[in-house]
């Protein structure tokens, strides 16, 4: 049952990612950006952390 409750899950949001492109692309290429942008400043971080580690923690 959790299955079948998963693939609806994710069938739902794929529809409603669709569904906000075919509507509204340029709000959806904005919530892209954003994405990618908090990916790329959770990664710099890390960066950050493991740096730090490797010198030690000073």
Do not use: C, H, Q, R
């Not at 899950?9 to 994405?35: K, Q, R, S």
Request: charged content about 15%.
């Amino acid at each position: 049952m959790a299955v079948n409750a998963k693939k609806i899950a994710v069938y739902v949001v794929v529809v409603f990612v669709l569904y906000l492109i075919i509507t509204d692309p340029e709000t959806a290429g904005d919530y892209v950006t954003v994405g990618f942008e908090g990916i790329s400043d959770a990664a710099k971080a890390i960066g950050d952390f493991m740096t730090w580690l490797a010198n030690g923690g000073k």
